[in-house]
């Protein structure tokens, strides 16, 4: 008869413990080496049916203080008009310039029609004076014929 023989897993001494990088950390101290180096998470979900995929997400996220993302560049929170203090006036300023804009239009709408009634005045008085001397020209040759 044979026996067959399960690979088993070399004796170690129990009273050995694991050491890692966190080991004896307080939250407060992780906290601290996240926010100093920084954290990346990265991620895709996908939703399908029937292999015909109908949603995908990707998520990308950084966690760090905000002296580590100044570091690096990022810095969008310092120009977004909603998050910055800044947001009220940014906004008032934006109203203004709408305004002003707006009476822009208004003014150029009104020059374009003008200048659109001088031109058709001016047409007709110009075709008018045509006409009229025309007239005289028929007149006086048809005078000088007579004569």
Request: charged share 20%; aromatic share 2%; proline share 2%.
């Amino acid at each position: 008869m044979t026996s067959s023989i399960l690979p088993t897993r070399p004796q170690t001494n129990s009273n050995r413990a694991i050491t890692t990088s966190t080991q004896g950390s307080t939250l407060a101290d992780i906290l601290e080496r996240v926010l100093d180096k920084g954290i990346v998470i990265a991620g895709d979900i996908s939703v399908s049916v029937a292999s015909t995929e109908l949603l995908h997400i990707r998520i990308r996220l950084l966690i760090s203080s905000v002296d580590k993302a100044k570091e690096m560049g990022i810095n969008w929170w310092e120009n977004d008009p909603y998050l910055s203090s800044k947001s009220q006036a940014l906004l008032a300023e934006n109203q203004q310039l709408l305004a002003r804009l707006q009476n822009l239009e208004t003014e150029l709408q009104a020059l374009k029609s003008s200048t659109n009634n001088q031109l058709e005045l001016g047409a007709r008085e110009l075709n008018d004076y045509h006409q009229n001397n025309e007239g005289h020209s028929e007149q006086s040759g048809n005078s000088q014929l007579a004569q």
